[in-house]
């Protein structure tokens, strides 16, 4: 086979992890460590607004300690869709109770999950590796049908059919989603008990001018009910932090 | 629901089709078409070493009448692993009997199908379409598993779950690839039927500096063999074409 693969029989095993840099991401690599892969975050400039959550991808990585962190560029604005690749304003709510999950957001991202994981089937067969981590969350938005486990289950089934390590290695795929059944509250819970310092993690959908979460898009509002469920205050939100 | 479609019922059937360029793509494009579609090309610019292919991209999609047509940024070499996108030599060989296909050529881009379908089903998503034409061929490389009709058919399931339009909106996504069993002469064939215009298409993987096919690599060599097949001379492969 002339792929060539970096991985060695001897090398601890691997998975990549993708990293918005977010509350639910840095859980799930932090997850990932924990079992014992060594962990290669993967997250994608892909023409959002705001480019101050890869920064925050950047800070998680090196303080979890992924063996490697790399971005990939997506020209999503070209095929547009989105209030968070397009010029469409992001909601705000005065509450976490107007919060609507019965249907896709406006911040939905055309098969942006699919999107996502392709790449990282992509970078794993490279790295050697076939285990994937992501931070799909049925919960918050039922309306991302590609946060849901029919899904992740069938894409484990065509990456593996649609790489040379699935089809003819013998490799099996695998969508690891350890999030996909949690609250927000337990998904804190599970990071604090993993030691995952919050205070770097960048949620928002729609920073201030210095990147400061503005406490009232449905990204923020989730995170903050979140921690309030557990009787704790958003570190991100909490006016010393966040800079 | 809050997806932005653009389509609305009086339109035409739209459908997404892959286009690099070359002769297998140019052909499906004519295809897609014929077959009554409005066709939304897609293109990507994935740090291939030559972006001589994208100008043929936007020679054929405008010659063959595309509705639309996008380039779509992929950020490629940050994940590496193929001589189509890192420093790795494409080989070259004296004559087609010397093509081997029985392994993934050094030309694999790891999982590159599966993320150009999960674009063109993102973008197929916003434009309100659910068919994707790709010109897939299990014969010329049966090396690559992504090209094979079971991984496409996976893909169809995999998208139709991980997108509002499916998931919720019961569409069905269906990945087209007409070329899928033909031989190169077959695809020629059938793309003269249609009027296809040969000499504006791309396939060389190694291009000279103003953008002249090789004549050596395998692409090269497996698209003249078509053509000789056919008692016919690759117009890219004329002295007189092909700038």
Known sequence: MDLILEATVDQPRRAVVLLSGGLDSATVLAIANAEGYETYALSFSYGQRHTVELAAAHRVARQLGAARHIVFDLGMRAIGGS??????????????????????????????NLIFLSVAAGW??????????????ALDYSGYPDCRRPFLDKFEEA?????????????????????????????????????????ITHSCYDPGP?????????????RKRGFEDLGLTDPVLSESVNT
Do not use: W
């Not at 003819?168 to 310092?197: C, H, N, S």
């Open 83 to 112: 209030a968070l690749t397009d010029d469409i304003d992001v909601p705000h709510h005065d509450s976490v109770d107007q919060l609507d999950s019965s249907s896709a957001p406006i911040t939905y991202v055309p098969a942006r």
């Open 124 to 137: 794993a067969e490279t790295v050697g590796a076939t285990d994937i981590f992501i931070g799909a969350n």
């Open 159 to 199: 990456a593996t059919l649609g790489t040379v390590a699935g089809a003819d290695g013998g490799m099996k795929f695998r969508v690891y989603a350890p999030l996909v059944d949690l609250t927000k509250a337990q998904t804190i819970q599970r990071g604090l008990e993993l030691g995952v310092d919050y205070s």
């Open 210 to 222: 210095s990147g400061q979460a503005c406490a009232t898009c449905d990204s923020c509002l989730l």
